[in-house]
């Protein structure tokens, strides 16, 4: 009798462990992450899903300050204003057990300087890398870089022998199709491990109960269950019927539907992310238009009418159903460099544009293609359909074509559009990353997303100056004057800066993230 | 399979083909009088597809050209003026501020275009296919009959989709849109050309034995004269019967691939489009945009069916 109260004991303490440890994180958004390699892909979903198994140097947190992570601080060099040092975290280890030193450190950063790593522009500034012992590395730039730890937030950390030894050292070349070890297995110092991953499916992660901050963040989830739902009215129900409790792209029809929904909250957040059109102004002849032997967007009062024909408040209050802030740059408001002034510069004027258009010598017209994802912005389809709409009022026949995400952007880095929509976050804070990857002219290593064709060589100059220049004043009129031209070129289309929602069981404890990046170890689980 | 003996060579005709005919025809009218459901159907039928050919007539806007849209028309219940603009639509407007109403009708126009032409594509190629495995047998009958039933092992919204993305692949993208209409119709059709194929070669397996047919053979008629001149005005009747109840099921087919997102694009929207449009809406309270293009096709789709019902009843007893 005595022995059976024993064992009940036991068990009932062991189910209240297990009650308080089994807390699955049933999550799901439109799309899924394009790949795991940490070093391919500079996209949101996908840098989601490395930042909850890998782990860059810093972090951001919600506010945007940094949060020393696999650094634990970090300063410039006493000697060499050319040089940073960064003190490691010491009894880190990877998922498989191996010590993380500085040595991976030296390997991540060659690794992310790849031709096909797409985290080169964020680094391109960086000479060497060096170790100095097993736990402080020196970072050299080709001029004093201030800024150089705001481009480390999403560079994630491999171990090197898992890597060497998995032949995985190359970065996937993602457009080419090319899977390799890394894309579908992760080995890194994150609080969470993967279980399995089937790409589109699901992916499935546990908690790393051996994770070096196991004490010091909540880590209330013990598992995470991934699952990309794109279809907007299966995302809902799979919330209202408790299918799943953290859903990250809340459809904006639904949110009155979520947040009235017994159990249910919507959290909201102004987004570090701005959506636009891009447009391939550098091609003699654009191969999806109807016009022989002329690029009509070349011609500035083209883009310009373009962008006067879109209507941005209705797009904000019809499609986005407000939750949207019209924009005039393609900068954030967060960011370095945003003013108020340019990001209201963006007019809707169907006259004004027709007699552009008719300027340009296009008064007829023109068709042409417009390449959309259908399952990454929020709305971005309807967005893309409303612009169908807007631009056929000025004459332009748009055919649009609304494709997966991890089709439409490869046709971005490839060169295969003329007419793309886009959107950009910026995890530096800063206006130099937007000009290193949408405005520098596209070459192997920087203005990779630029699919514009715009390239001026003195603002290509500017541009790389940014990185060194020390004096912040100058720095920042060198900022505004690259914008200036931006604006003045229309050399991308700004439609909107978006508005997070996140929709969750009232169960789940997490603040929403202005850059989109839910980190699972903040959560807490009731 | 290919020499199947004919146990009854000489069915009961009493009557001569014209005398049949009339004799039919005044059978029909007589079944179609006394048949509350066929009457009904058949209205409802004529009804929709005459508002879909009369669309551009009756309908207010036209939902294809995009310089008439006002996004701010967006999501305008129906029968209630819209906050921005004050317009009032019958039946609301969709995210893109189109009028539903008008957008059913000529929605309706492509569903039925669809259905008309896929099934008409289908018979076509049934009966081709058909006479010549009925008429010729040996090796030619073998590989139609069983291409034929390697078809049927998969369910023809699968075929309809292989041969969907096959087209879409190989079509420029630039003349997808104007392309999608006539990929369904291809898609559809050949999906379905195998059961007008098998009661062709059926009827003709029974036909081509009998008395008028190797009558027409001594004389020295080629066998193509034979077969489209002698044997298949006899067999009409249940290709007919079929390609009733076939155009139902190409409209559902139609409706089901474009809900998938494989057929008629949203800027062309179908039927079966506008249901995926309104599906995503179905939370937020705007059901208008889902449930009239729904029940457009309820109509129509039942309509035609209890159609073709009928008219098998009628002209194939021996089905009921």
């Known amino acids: 009798m005595k022995k059976t109260s024993t064992i009940l004991a036991v068990a009932a303490l062991m189910s209240s462990t297990a009650v308080v440890n089994a807390e699955t994180l049933k999550w799901a958004r439109a799309g899924d992450a394009l790949t795991l390699d940490p070093h391919s892909q500079n996209e949101g979903p996908s840098h989601t899903m490395r930042h909850q198994m890998y782990e860059p140097l810093i972090i951001r947190d919600t506010s945007g300050a940094f949060v020393p992570t696999l650094a634990t601080d970090w300063a410039p060099s ?70 150089l730890p705001s481009n480390l937030t999403n560079l994630f950390m491999m171990d090197k022998d898992w890597t060497e030894a998995n032949n995985t050292v190359n970065v996937q070349d993602f457009e080419g199709g090319e899977i390799t070890f890394a894309t579908t297995n992760v080995n890194g110092t994150g609080a969470y491990r993967l279980v399995s991953r089937e790409p589109d499916v699901k992916t499935v992660m546990v908690r790393n109960e051996e994770y070096w901050g196991r004490n010091d963040f909540p880590m209330e989830v013990s598992e995470i269950v991934y699952t990309p739902i794109q279809n907007a009215a299966t995302r809902v129900a799979a919330l209202l019927s408790g299918e799943v ?35 391939n102004q550098g091609a003699d002849d654009l191969e999806a238009d109807n016009i022989d032997g002329k690029n009509p967007l070349a011609d500035v009062r083209v883009r310009k009418a373009m962008s006067m024909a879109i209507n941005r408040d209705a797009i904000r209050q019809v499609v986005m159903r407000g939750q949207s802030q019209p924009a005039g740059m393609i900068a954030p408001p967060f960011v370095n460099g ?56 000025i004459g332009i026949t748009v055919n649009l074509d609304a494709i997966p995400k991890a089709q439409h952007f490869p046709k971005i880095t490839d060169g295969k559009t003329d007419f793309y929509m886009l959107g950009w976050g910026v995890p530096t804070y800063d206006s130099e990353y937007i000009f290193n990857f949408l405005v520098h002219g596209r070459e192997s290593d920087i203005g990779t997303w630029n699919g514009t064709g715009f390239n001026n060589a003195d603002l290509n100059a500017k541009i790389k100056s940014l990185a060194s220049n020390t004096d912040l004043d100058a720095r920042n009129a060198d900022i505004a004057s690259i914008w200036r031209m931006v604006q003045d070129e229309q050399l991308y289309i700004p439609i909107h800066h978006q508005v997070l929602n996140w929709g969750m069981s009232e169960s789940v404890g997490i603040e929403v993230d202005p850059e989109d990046q839910p980190r699972v170890k903040y959560f807490t689980m009731k | 399979m290919t020499d199947q003996p004919i146990s009854a060579p000489k069915e009961p005709q009493s009557v001569t083909p014209s005398r049949l005919r009339r004799a039919l025809d005044s059978d029909f009218y007589y079944a179609f009088r006394h048949s509350p459901v066929a009457m009904v159907s058949a209205a409802v039928s004529i009804l929709l597809i005459l508002s879909a050919v009369f669309a551009p007539l009756i309908a207010t806007t036209n939902p294809f050209d995009p310089t008439t849209l006002n996004l701010m028309n967006g999501f305008t219940p129906p029968m209630t003026p819209n906050a921005f603009t ?53 090796w030619t009958d073998s590989v139609i009959m069983r291409a034929a039933d390697v078809q049927l092992t998969f369910p023809s919204i699968l075929v309809a989709m292989l ?158």
Request: charged residues 20%; proline residues 4%.
């Open chain 1, 78 to 147: 006493a000697d060499n204003p050319n040089v940073w040092v960064f003190n490691l975290r010491k009894g880190v280890k990877f998922h498989d057990g191996a010590d993380f030193t500085a040595e991976d450190v030296v390997f991540s950063f060659e690794r992310a300087k790849q031709p096909n790593s797409d985290m080169k522009e964020l680094i391109g500034s960086i000479t060497a890398v060096r170790a100095v012992d097993d736990h402080t590395v020196e970072i050299e730039t080709d001029g004093p870089n201030p800024i």
């Open chain 1, 245 to 279: 409790n953290f859903l990250q792209d809340m459809p904006v029809q639904d949110l009155a539907r979520v947040d009235g929904a017994d159990g249910l909250v919507v959290k909201q957040a102004p987004q570090n992310r701005v959506i636009f059109f891009g447009m």
């Open chain 1, 338 to 393: 945003w003013t108020a002034d340019m990001d209201g510069e963006s007019s809707t004027d169907l006259e004004g544009a027709k007699a552009l258009m008719a300027e340009a010598g296009y008064g007829d017209g023109f068709s042409i293609r417009l390449d959309c994802p259908n399952d990454r912005y929020i709305n971005d389809e309807a967005i893309c359909q409303a612009a169908v709409g807007m631009l056929g009022q």
């Open chain 2, 86 to 138: 004050g317009e009032t639509f019958l039946m609301g407007t969709d995210d893109q501020g189109r009028d539903v109403f008008s957008t059913i009708l000529y929605g309706m126009r492509i569903s039925l275009f669809v259905g008309f032409a896929a099934v008409l594509f289908a018979v076509v190629l049934g009966i081709f296919l058909g006479l010549l495995a009925g008429y010729f047998g040996g």
């Open chain 2, 163 to 320: 041969i969907f993305g096959i087209a879409k692949g190989i079509t420029p993208v630039e003349h997808r849109d104007q392309m999608a209409i006539w990929v369904l119709i291809l898609a559809i059709g050949l999906s379905d050309w195998v059961q007008f194929a098998r009661v062709v070669r059926g009827a003709t397996l029974v036909e081509k034995n009998k008395d008028y047919v190797s009558a027409a053979r001594l004389i020295g008629r080629r066998p193509s004269a034979i077969m489209i001149r002698h044997i298949l005005p006899n067999i009409l009747s249940p290709v007919l019967v079929i390609a009733t109840i076939s155009l139902a099921l190409a409209i559902i087919a139609e409706a089901t691939l474009s809900f998938l997102g494989v057929g008629a694009p949203p800027t062309q929207p179908s039927l079966g489009t506008l249901i995926r449009i309104g599906q995503g809406y179905l939370f937020s309270g705007e059901w208008w945009i889902l449930f009239f293009p729904a029940c457009t096709l309820l109509a129509l789709a039942l309509s035609v069916n209890m159609l073709g019902d009928w008219l098998r009843d009628v002209l194939n007893p021996r089905l009921k």
